[in-house]
């Protein structure tokens, strides 16, 4: 079993910055993915950026490229997700999760998933 756990949530303004941090019990991760994702109320989860553990390999989507940047840190076995320019559409529940994923940006193919940090930006 992996555990996951995400902080680094908060309430900020529009165009502030915030660093979600992921970390992970497990020490086995040469061959995995770890992801970010998030969910607005009413809303399916989307895919925001993932990292493959071992190259560094990064995803992002459409709507973060620029803006948002995903890092890990082996010694730590700590993934981080750094947002800046955050906008209101950016409000949601944020996750990490973690898997050997055929494809980064699909939330089926991730196995573990933690509990979530809540990110709200207001206009």
């Known amino acids: 079993q992996v555990h996951l756990v995400e902080s680094g949530g908060g309430l900020v303004q529009a165009g502030d910055s915030l660093r979600l941090s992921c970390a992970t019990s497990?020490?086995?991760?040469?061959?995995?993915?770890v992801g970010w994702f998030r969910q607005a109320p009413g809303k399916e989860r989307e895919s925001v950026a993932a990292i493959r553990w071992s190259s560094g390999e990064t995803y992002y989507s459409d709507s973060v490229k620029g803006r948002f940047t995903i890092s890990r840190d082996n010694a730590k076995n700590t993934v981080y997700l750094q947002m800046n320019g955050l906008k209101p559409e950016d409000t949601a529940l944020y996750y990490c999760?973690?898997?050997?994923?055929?494809?980064?940006?699909?939330?089926?193919?991730?196995?573990?998933w933690g509990q979530g940090t809540q990110v709200t930006v207001s206009s």
């Open positions: 497990a020490r086995t991760f040469s061959a995995w993915a």
């Open positions: 999760a973690a898997g050997r994923p055929a494809r980064m940006y699909l939330p089926n193919d991730y196995v573990f």
